[in-house]
């Protein structure tokens, strides 16, 4: 594969940008290759600057559900942009976008919509703190929720009940108040929650951990959250960053049946373009500026471009219910595909999905939680990736990333996908 301008431009880049990336995962390090920069991208087809074609199943991290330059959400775009690109100023996209979101989230009574699930996160928690007075919060190892400082952690020494910070730069003091308990085991929240419990402000949790590869909630893991919380009056916030508008149009919470105080969400909901949401009951929302005491704001919050292209994106996916029965059982296509691989190889394959969401593992544990998760062996997911893309499939540069099926994706393209898998 000739990737001779890709080489270039990131050699070039590396001069004046962090890694030459501008978000690490993008910098193909854990797959030990050069990363590919993409040129243009339509249906579930992406093309990098060397000219070389690939069916894409990063879609982004998420929000190409539609796939790449969705018609009718470029038409809307196109139009949107020829009326200015931003004003800093209400606009009715907004309150259309907010009302779409609240049919569509019943938990979600007011939204405040935002320009990264970072700020959606970061802002949910803020008013989380402010509406119960307390400052604890309770994170899960493994899952991700952007990189505001206080959920930059990893498990303390002392287990899980000291969070120290997982990044440099973020000084101890900002991440005290984080607790960090293990996905899918009731004890480590239960014994956090009898110590911490009247202090806990909320636990935030991905209702489907995507971001060290897809585990799955297990054993009324997520119901048990949700009574746990209303026992000692504190918020459950599902980080639907992802989920949203992707296991269904009600997102995690109307799959599982679990309604969250609060939801964060963004991807799909901007449709491609820089936007996101945080939301829940008012009374919570009603704590936010410039109703409440919990400032919070944004020069390009709710900005018309975005939520033109998050409009369009939900129209579509509102009228097309099919959709999603689409791309689940073009998933189980894939995920059957890989795990037969398991087999042709001789190097076990463990793959996690739920709908369009799916990740394939390299162990032969079942994962069901961080620890499992991460037993995964990187050097044959590195090998994997590499074959795939040597074979003109794209999937996630990194085991600790999701694999996403868009409506773009054919029949074809699931034939061919699977035909690569199944090479030796
Ligand atoms: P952003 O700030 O990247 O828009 O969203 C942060 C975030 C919050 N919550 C969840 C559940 C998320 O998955 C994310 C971001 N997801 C990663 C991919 N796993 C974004 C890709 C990247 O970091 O480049």
Redesign the pocket.
């Known amino acids: 594969m000739n990737t001779k301008r890709s080489k270039e431009l990131f050699e070039k880049s590396l001069e004046k940008i962090p890694g030459g990336v501008n978000?690490?995962?993008?910098a193909f390090r854990s797959v030990g290759r050069t990363p590919l920069f993409i040129h243009h991208a339509a249906g579930s087809r992406i093309t990098d600057v060397d000219g070389n074609t690939f069916i894409d199943y990063v879609c982004s991290?998420?929000p190409g559900i539609l796939g790449h330059a969705h018609p009718q959400v470029i038409r809307a775009v196109q139009e949107a942009c020829s009326r200015g690109l931003t004003y800093g100023a209400p606009t009715e996209n907004e309150l259309i976008l907010a009302e779409m979101i609240c049919e569509a989230m019943p938990s979600v009574e007011k939204v405040r919509l935002v320009s990264?699930?970072?700020?959606a996160?970061m802002s949910a928690i803020r008013t989380a703190r402010g509406y119960t007075g307390r400052d604890y919060i309770i994170k899960f190892k493994g899952n991700?929720?952007?990189?505001s400082d206080g959920l930059l952690v990893k498990a303390g020494s002392a287990a899980l009940t000291t969070a120290v910070p997982d990044s440099s730069g973020v000084p101890a003091s900002y991440t005290e108040n984080t607790l960090v308990a293990l996905y899918n085991d009731k004890e480590s929240v239960q014994e956090l929650m009898e110590k911490y419990g009247e202090k806990v402000a909320a636990i935030i949790v991905?209702p489907v951990a995507?971001?060290m590869g897809v585990v799955l909630p297990e054993n009324g893991f997520l119901k048990f959250l949700r009574e746990i919380t209303k026992e000692y009056g504190a918020l459950l916030i599902f980080?639907e960053?992802?989920t949203g508008f992707r296991l269904g149009y009600g997102g995690a919470q109307e799959y599982f049946g679990i309604h969250p105080d609060m939801t964060?969400m963004?991807?799909i909901v901007g449709g491609g373009m820089p936007m996101?949401a945080y939301g829940g009951r008012k009374e919570i929302m009603d704590m936010v500026s410039p109703v409440g005491p919990v400032y919070q704001a944004g020069t390009l919050s709710g900005n018309p471009i975005a939520t033109t292209a998050g409009i369009e994106t939900l129209k579509i996916l509102k009228a097309h219910p099919e959709y999603y029965r689409e791309i689940d059982e073009k998933a189980a296509k894939i995920a059957a595909a890989l795990e037969k691989r398991g087999e042709i190889t001789g190097i076990p394959v463990t793959v996690n999905r739920v709908g369009s969401l799916l990740c394939a593992f390299f162990t032969d544990r079942h994962v069901g939680d961080y620890d499992s998760a991460t037993s995964s062996d990187l050097q044959a997911y590195a090998a994997y990736f590499g074959h795939m893309l040597e074979g003109g499939i794209y999937v996630a540069p990194s085991q600790y990333?999701?694999m996403f099926v868009s409506a773009a994706h054919s029949d074809e393209d699931i034939e061919r996908t699977c035909q690569v898998i199944l090479e030796r």
């Open positions: 978000s690490p995962v993008r991290w998420g990264s699930g970072t700020e996160v991700y929720h952007g990189h991905e995507a971001n980080d960053v992802i964060t963004g991807k996101a990333e999701a």
